[in-house]
């Protein structure tokens, strides 16, 4: 159980494009998924938290215009990547956490973008 | 302020005993996560805590103190297959998860 998936695993796309990420949880219903990014040898670094049905609570830092977070349902968020430049390569990982807040965190597999 | 700390870096050897240690300062405490990441891949959960005490669950241990602000993991009998980072992280007062850095592991033959 609590398995969480991501497409694409893998984007290389050409700067000032946009690129979409799915984060799905597939056997449970996730009140809020978590989006993260993570720069090669450093830690995690939250970007967002998002809410079924609600709009995303952003970190300081993170432009909510760049990034563009959906939660259009329990089981689906997106994270878009608008005009992407270079300084955006990262590898993105989703994370979903059940109702109730002190549930854990289940990671998907990430998604690593290039942009070129 | 919200803190984790924990070492950067230990080596260990193949069938040895590891204990990663942790501290956190946090606003409010809702339980304390360790997750495993290979390089390369995302993170994937190995043990909660909230109440003290030793949690057991086969190679792996964790520990919490909640008054000293502590945890541990311990990993039994090493494989070279435990060579991954180990990320601490507290559920603070609103349930958001403080990371540490994580503690790279290394395991020699």
């Known amino acids: 159980g609590a398995v969480v998936s991501q497409h694409p695993s893998w984007v290389i796309c050409k700067s000032g494009t946009s690129v979409k990420i799915e984060c799905r949880s597939l056997d449970f219903q996730a009140t809020t998924m978590f989006w993260y990014r993570q720069f090669p040898k450093q830690s995690l670094m939250l970007m967002a938290t998002?809410?079924?049905?609600?709009?995303?609570?952003?970190e300081q830092g993170v432009e909510k215009d760049k990034f563009l977070i959906n939660h259009a349902s329990l089981t689906l968020s997106t994270l878009t990547v608008t005009s992407a430049h270079p300084e955006d390569s990262s590898f993105y990982i989703c994370?979903?956490?059940?109702?109730?807040?002190?549930?854990?965190?289940?990671f998907g597999p990430g998604t690593r973008l290039l942009v070129l | 302020g919200q803190n984790i700390d924990q070492p950067t870096e230990m080596t260990a050897t193949e069938g040895a005993i590891v204990q990663i240690n942790c501290t956190y300062q946090t606003s409010g405490f809702n339980g304390l996560f360790w997750y495993q990441q290979h390089a390369g891949e995302a993170p994937t959960f190995l043990s909660y805590n909230v109440l003290d005490g030793l949690e057991e669950k086969g190679r792996f241990s964790s520990f919490l103190s909640r008054s000293k602000g502590y945890s541990y993991l311990l990993l039994k009998e090493l494989q070279m297959k435990d060579s991954a980072s180990y990320l601490c992280?507290?559920?603070?007062?609103?349930?958001?998860?403080?990371w540490g850095a994580g503690t790279k592991l290394i395991i020699k033959p």
């Open positions: 992280a507290a559920s603070d007062s609103n349930y958001q998860l403080i």
């Open positions: 998002s809410n079924e049905g609600s709009k995303a609570t952003y």
């Open positions: 994370s979903a956490r059940l109702a109730g807040g002190r549930e854990t965190q289940y």
